[in-house]
């Protein structure tokens, strides 16, 4: 994991140990890293080096993220952005205080076709991205999908459109 301070582009090494993940970047895998070394009121910009064990190295990101400096009043789930999303769209969310977070997409039929997350957050203000894969890595066929988070006994949806 990379990151580099305030719009910069010099990226430095944040953890030099390893994320891992159920799968190859290509089939849809979820990442999750918490950067505790932060200042709050500073921007910051992410790229994940992924390693494939054939020794292929592939960057993704970067992922710009603004740490709070305050937790948000109240829980929400942001408007995916950009919507269409012609290759990935990022989903964005805040919690109040630390608690459990499920994100799935549904199709228009209401069929989970992904689940997003699934794990306990801090309080603040995260984000995550959506590339229009299935479960399987498979890109999925244009159209609206709906992203669906839940934490405790609230619930929130977003439309979302996935462009040919």
């Not at 580099?4 to 999750?32: I, K, N, P, Q, T």
């Amino acid at each position: 994991m990379l990151r580099a301070e305030d719009g910069s582009d010099a990226f430095a090494v944040v953890s030099g140990r390893e994320l891992l993940a159920g799968a190859v970047a290509d089939a849809g895998c979820a990442y999750h890293f918490d950067d505790r070394d932060v200042l709050a009121g500073t921007s910051y910009s992410y790229r994940l080096v992924a390693v494939e064990r054939n020794g292929t190295e592939r960057s993704f990101g970067p992922l710009r993220v603004l740490v709070n400096a305050v937790a948000p009043a109240a829980i929400s789930l942001h408007p995916c952005r950009p919507n269409p999303m012609p290759d990935e769209t990022t989903v964005a969310f805040d919690l109040p205080e630390a608690g459990w977070v499920e994100a799935m997409v549904y199709d228009a039929s209401g069929r989970r076709v992904k689940q997003l997350i699934a794990g306990t957050y801090s309080a603040g203000t995260h984000a995550l991205s959506w590339a229009g894969s299935d479960e399987s890595g498979v890109r999925l066929a244009a159209g609206v999908y709906f992203v669906r988070m839940q934490t405790g006994s609230w619930a929130g949806v977003q439309k979302v459109v996935l462009a040919p």
